[in-house]
């Protein structure tokens, strides 16, 4: 939307705030600030939704049974729906802060400090890259990526998730909480990349986000200690919880030393600051295997998100995202 002043190309419609061409800002602080009124107008009307939904709930929806298993309901003699519970918060998801922060990040090196031309690189996101296959590789390879330990992308992600956050966090909501927010949208990802267009990190339209809070797929290059000084950037004591995926080659945690290594990973994870990391131990060629012949690898059970499943259950959009996560090899 900040590309295109508040115009959603996929609809047709003005959704968002105008926030004027983008070919007219002069630098990326310029950018950064449509941004953060695109943000912060698209969350003033999810809360303004969310309000009547709870209103709704409130009103013509008890909830009896969770009311009774929550503390203070029925102290207060008050449903969950009407705030009964000692504790209101809502929680909203973010989703895809990889592909925001790369985006964002692309934007600075290839616009702003880099010569491209805005116009041009929104005309190539508005055909998809149709035709822009040398600015798309630009975009894709010659750009900051979150999950390298880089700081030009590590920065540009704190400015992002610090203006989402105040943009939600302390908002009063309809059962007498607060707003807070997760960054754990389980797969979500998959299904919002189907309906957003090609961002300026070189990913194409349709194509799923960024899931949790783990780097782009494929974009984080340097191995998984660099991933994990990245996401531990984010101020995670802000969030309700996240979410970090990894995958690893089986060999490399063989045996007892590969097993303190990775003992040793998560402890330094959590040293820096980190809240959560979940592993799929499976090569890229069994998962590979399996899509061909799902029938041979039914026991075949992966990480998804948040939960667990059996690979060959899962959408072919699913396995294909799961396949794309970087394989690390090396601790």
């Given at each position: 939307?900040?590309?295109?002043?508040?115009?959603?190309v996929r609809?047709?419609k003005?959704?968002g705030a105008?926030?004027?061409?983008?070919?007219?800002?002069?630098?990326?602080?310029?950018?950064?600030?449509a941004f953060?009124?695109?943000?912060?107008?698209?969350?003033?009307?999810?809360?303004r939704?969310?309000?009547?939904?709870e209103?709704?709930?409130a009103d013509a929806?008890?909830?009896?049974?969770?009311s009774v298993?929550t503390?203070?309901c029925?102290a207060?003699?008050m449903?969950?729906n009407?705030?009964g519970?000692?504790y209101?918060?809502?929680y909203?998801?973010?989703?895809?802060?990889?592909?925001?922060t790369?985006?964002?990040?692309?934007?600075?090196?290839?616009?702003?400090?880099?010569?491209?031309?805005m116009?041009?690189?929104v005309?190539?996101?508005?055909?998809?890259?149709?035709g822009?296959?040398?600015?798309?590789?630009?975009?894709?390879n010659r750009?900051?990526?979150?999950?390298?330990?880089?700081a030009a992308?590590?920065?540009?992600?704190q400015?992002?998730?610090?203006a989402?956050?105040d943009?939600?966090d302390?908002?009063?909501?309809?059962?007498g909480?607060?707003y807070?927010?997760d960054m754990?949208?389980?797969?979500?990802?998959?299904?919002?990349?189907?309906?957003?267009?090609?961002?300026?990190?070189?990913?194409?339209a349709?194509?799923?986000?960024?899931?949790g809070?783990?780097?782009?797929?494929?974009?984080?290059?340097l191995?998984?200690?660099a991933?994990?000084?990245?996401?531990?950037?984010?101020?995670?004591?802000?969030?309700?919880?996240?979410?970090l995926?990894?995958?690893?080659?089986?060999?490399?945690?063989?045996?007892?030393?590969?097993?303190a290594?990775?003992?040793?990973l998560?402890?330094t994870y959590?040293?820096?600051?980190?809240?959560?990391?979940?592993?799929?131990?499976?090569?890229?060629?069994t998962?590979?295997?399996?899509?061909?012949?799902p029938d041979?690898?039914?026991?075949?059970?992966?990480?998804?998100?948040?939960y667990?499943?059996?690979?060959c259950?899962?959408?072919r959009?699913l396995?294909?995202?799961?396949?794309?996560r970087?394989?690390?090899?090396?601790?």
């Amino acid at each position: 939307l900040a590309l295109h002043d508040g115009f959603d190309v996929r609809t047709g419609k003005y959704v968002g705030a105008r926030t004027g061409n983008p070919a007219s800002f002069a630098t990326f602080d310029d950018l950064f600030a449509a941004f953060e009124t695109q943000v912060r107008h698209v969350l003033d009307i999810k809360i303004r939704g969310n309000a009547l939904i709870e209103a709704v709930y409130a009103d013509a929806m008890p909830a009896p049974f969770l009311s009774v298993i929550t503390s203070d309901c029925i102290a207060k003699g008050m449903d969950y729906n009407e705030g009964g519970a000692r504790y209101n918060t809502t929680y909203i998801q973010g989703v895809g802060i990889g592909t925001v922060t790369d985006a964002l990040a692309a934007l600075r090196a290839q616009v702003f400090d880099g010569g491209v031309s805005m116009t041009e690189l929104v005309a190539a996101l508005d055909a998809d890259f149709e035709g822009s296959e040398p600015l798309r590789q630009r975009l894709l390879n010659r750009s900051p990526k979150w999950g390298n330990d880089d700081a030009a992308a590590d920065e540009v992600m704190q400015r992002a998730f610090g203006a989402f956050v105040d943009a939600i966090d302390g908002r009063p909501n309809g059962r007498g909480g607060t707003y807070g927010v997760d960054m754990l949208p389980t797969t979500c990802h998959v299904y919002f990349g189907g309906l957003t267009g090609a961002t300026p990190d070189g990913r194409r339209a349709t194509t799923p986000l960024s899931e949790g809070i783990s780097p782009v797929q494929g974009a984080d290059r340097l191995g998984p200690t660099a991933v994990l000084r990245s996401a531990a950037k984010m101020d995670q004591a802000r969030t309700c919880g996240t979410l970090l995926n990894m995958k690893v080659n089986p060999g490399l945690i063989a045996g007892e030393e590969g097993i303190a290594q990775l003992s040793g990973l998560v402890r330094t994870y959590f040293g820096l600051g980190g809240h959560h990391i979940q592993f799929n131990v499976v090569s890229i060629d069994t998962l590979r295997e399996a899509q061909a012949d799902p029938d041979a690898h039914r026991d075949l059970i992966v990480r998804v998100a948040g939960y667990s499943d059996y690979f060959c259950d899962l959408s072919r959009e699913l396995q294909d995202e799961i396949i794309a996560r970087t394989e690390h090899e090396a601790l």
